[in-house]
């Protein structure tokens, strides 16, 4: 697989986004079947849990069957492992699309939960426990927001990992035509990132000034007469 080139991050971000409409267009279809049998409540209810099983169907048809998905197909790319010398095994490309589909939906459920308990006349934890608590939850609430958007960062940097989960796996592409990626829009991508760097570093210092003047006058609420 040596004799093949690496895609850049056009050709990575055209098949997401081309893989994007084709899930969303799945989960079009189920959410009308959902609705034709339980209502348009069912469908409001079952939400998430839909998006979950389209996407689920779609990597089964495509990647856990060792095909290439619409995107991958239409921009001649193919899945293959860090070292760029085989195609990824089952259990990886299955560890990967479990922890890109069902990741958030669980960390997600087990935050709402979480919030839930603290919230609760339930909730049994000693005061300064709770609100321990609820401070962690919103801070991982913050960090994998700004994980995400970091991740964005390197990619439109370095053209690899566009999704996280594949980087957490190592799943590369190599282009399967005999010939030389578009580096044309190379530069423009250094640049998006360079920007988006920018942008999120500013973000995330006015989030911490934010955050401290809210301690501060948690602080001095008490001395306010």
Known sequence: MSKFQTPGAAEILMAARKDETYMKKLREYIGDLIESFGGGRALIKWTNETEIVSDLIYYTLTTLSSLQTIGEEYTNIIEVNRLQNAVPSLIKRLCWIVFSVLGPYAVDRLLIQTERYLSSSGCTLPERQREILARATRGFRIVAKYLRKIHLVLFYRDGVYYELAKAVFGVRYLITYRGAPDETSKPIYKM??????????????SNCVQYHHEKEGDSTG???L
């Open 222 to 224: 008490g001395l306010v």
């Open 192 to 205: 998006i990132s360079y920007l988006s760097g920018f942008h999120l570093l500013a973000s995330i210092l």
